[in-house]
Structure formats: structure tokens, C-alpha cells
């Protein structure tokens, strides 16, 4: 078989299976890639996750992943959903922490897309991922074609927008690889603009996670910085702005994947609510959620700090 047919048939499969977009790109060592993670490691950008240095080698070598690999396949799954909280004054949350943890659900995806390629390919090595290794994703998505890195900091196609998952699958085929696509953020700063914590650079293209409110919501495990008091923007978990300013989203369109449907009762949930929420609120209205992970008292940390 063609590697260009191999290339066509997974693509067509990873769409018949829910998936966004499929790209291809070739295992290889990150050179230019390497040296941006470096500086910005040596920024600090990463505030308190250290977990960002460590396994540089994996994040930046595909084959120190998994040896011997040679194509990877780049995914997104789509999260988009246009619902939103009844009450306006209420704390608010990502959109990609409306339903169950996506973890879960795209993995079962990938396992069925890896499933299908070493039924369809024979005896094929690799591995699955989403957000759950030292992976650069966005640099793969980036190679693969599937859309290009934004301003932001975030991957953006041109005509589905960039609320949606990555994942990849790492393994030993041989295949076509796609080519990167252009940058059509042209001169707009509209996510530079809004960002109410600076963190992203005045050129665009870098972020300073320290500074970003998903970190201070999500990552960070001691207080939130004084400095940003009044900067949340009322959000309790995560941020979407650099999203909603983007004039790419909107080509954005609903997904179709019953584990994302929000919850009627965490749509409805009113501000006096969420400031009074007990643990087993907590515990009902987050079950199977990404939420989960900064447990009850982080959740109610960042709302008492807005």
C-alpha cells in the first residue's frame, strides 16, 4: 500500500471516530523547538510547574518516547459548546470543564483509532497521549498541518477555530507527512489586547505562564498573588478570553460528544450558590470532571479571591 493511502484511510478513520482534524508528521528531534522551550524555562514562565523541566529529552526527541517510532499523528477533538452559565454575575469556569474530564473520553478515542491502525497495518509499536506525557502538542499539531500557533500561544485552524483537545499517537509506520500550514494572525491583537494579566507578550507568541489566569486558577497550589486581585475577570477555573477575542472562533460549531454536555445544575448555579457551595455540591456537581483536580478548597480559594 501507498504511504500516502495508509495516510488517507487512518485520516478517514480518526474523522469517522469523532475526531476534528488528523494530521501526519515525521518523528524527529525538535531542534528549533528545543531551544524555545529552553528559554522559556529560563524565563521561568513556568512559575510553579516544575514538571515542565523535567523529561526535556522526551519533550523535544519522539523517539526517546517511544523508540523506534517514526510517524506521529497529530489530533483534535472538539469542545466547543455555545451554552452558558443562567446567571451572568456567577464565577465562571472554562468551557472545556463543562462536562466529563476529556482525558478520559479522548483516550478511549485514541485507543480505538490505535486499535484500528495495527488491525488495518499489522504488528505496529507506538503509543497514545492526551496531555498526559512530555509532549510538545502543539508543535506537532503545528508540523502536521492541522493548524497554526497563534498569538496566544494556542493552536487556531483557519475554519474550526481552536476550542478543541490535541492528542497524538507516536508509533513505527511509515507514512505521508502533511506540511505546516500559514500563520493567519496577520497584524491582530485582539488576544494581546484583552488579556487582563499581561501574559502574553507584546508580540504575541509567547506566554508568560506564570501570569496566566489558568495557572493562578488551576496550577498554582498556594495563594493567588495580590497583584492580580481584581484581574480574574470572575474566573474560578481556567480562562477563555484569548479564545473569545479571536476572531478565528468564529467558525467554531458545536460538538457532538454526549460526555461534554454540561450539567443543568452547574449551568444554573447561581453566585450566591457557588460562594456557599459545600463539598458534597462540590462533589456531585463535578463528578468525572477535570474540575476534580483542584479539589474543593482550590475551587473555593480562587472564588473567595474574586
Not at 479522548?106 to 497514545?128: M, S
Not at 494579566?197 to 498556594?222: N, V
Not at 445544575?265 to 474540575?291: H, P, Y
Amino acid at each position: 500500500m501507498q504511504l500516502s493511502d495508509r495516510s488517507a484511510l487512518i485520516k478517514e478513520k480518526a474523522i469517522d471516530l469523532g475526531f476534528l482534524l488528523c494530521g501526519i508528521s515525521k518523528a524527529q528531534y525538535l531542534e528549533k523547538e528545543a531551544a524555545n522551550l529552553e528559554h522559556w524555562l529560563a524565563q521561568n514562565y513556568h512559575g510553579e510547574m516544575s514538571y515542565m523541566a523535567n523529561h526535556f529529552d522526551k519533550r523535544v526527541d519522539p523517539t526517546v518516547l517511544v523508540p523506534g517510532c517514526k510517524s506521529v499523528i497529530s489530533l483534535a477533538y472538539n469542545y466547543f459548546n455555545p451554552s452558558l452559565q443562567a446567571d451572568k454575575d456567577a464565577p465562571k469556569l472554562s468551557m472545556y470543564a463543562y462536562g466529563k474530564d476529556y482525558h478520559k473520553v479522548v483516550r478511549k478515542k485514541l485507543n480505538q483509532l490505535f486499535a484500528w491502525i495495527k488491525e488495518t497495518f499489522g504488528d505496529i509499536d507506538g503509543r497514545v497521549f492526551v496531555d498526559s506525557a512530555p509532549i510538545l502538542e502543539r508543535d506537532w499539531a503545528k508540523k502536521s498541518g492541522i493548524g497554526w500557533i497563534g498569538k496566544n500561544t494556542l493552536l487556531i485552524h483557519p475554519q474550526k477555530g481552536s476550542f478543541f483537545f490535541l492528542a497524538e499517537i507516536i508509533l513505527d509506520l511509515d507514512l505521508e507527512y502533511d506540511n505546516p500550514m500559514s500563520d493567519y494572525c496577520g497584524t491582530c491583537t485582539r488576544c494581546i489586547d484583552a488579556c487582563p494579566t499581561d501574559a502574553i507578550d507584546a508580540h504575541g507568541y509567547l506566554m508568560d505562564g506564570s501570569k496566566c489566569i489558568s495557572y493562578l486558577t488551576i496550577e498554582l497550589k498556594d495563594e493567588i498573588p495580590a497583584e492580580f486581585k481584581g484581574k480574574i475577570d470572575n474566573w474560578m477555573f481556567g480562562c477563555d478570553i484569548c479564545q473569545q477575542v479571536c476572531p478565528w472562533n468564529r467558525f467554531s460549531k458545536p460538538h457532538n460528544e454526549a460526555e461534554f454536555i454540561p450539567k443543568e445544575d452547574l449551568l444554573n448555579m447561581t453566585k450566591e450558590e457557588w460562594q456557599n457551595m459545600t463539598q458534597s455540591t462540590f462533589n456531585s456537581i463535578f463528578e468525572g470532571s477535570a474540575v476534580k483536580r483542584t479539589k474543593y478548597e482550590g475551587l473555593k480559594r480562587n472564588i473567595s479571591f474574586l
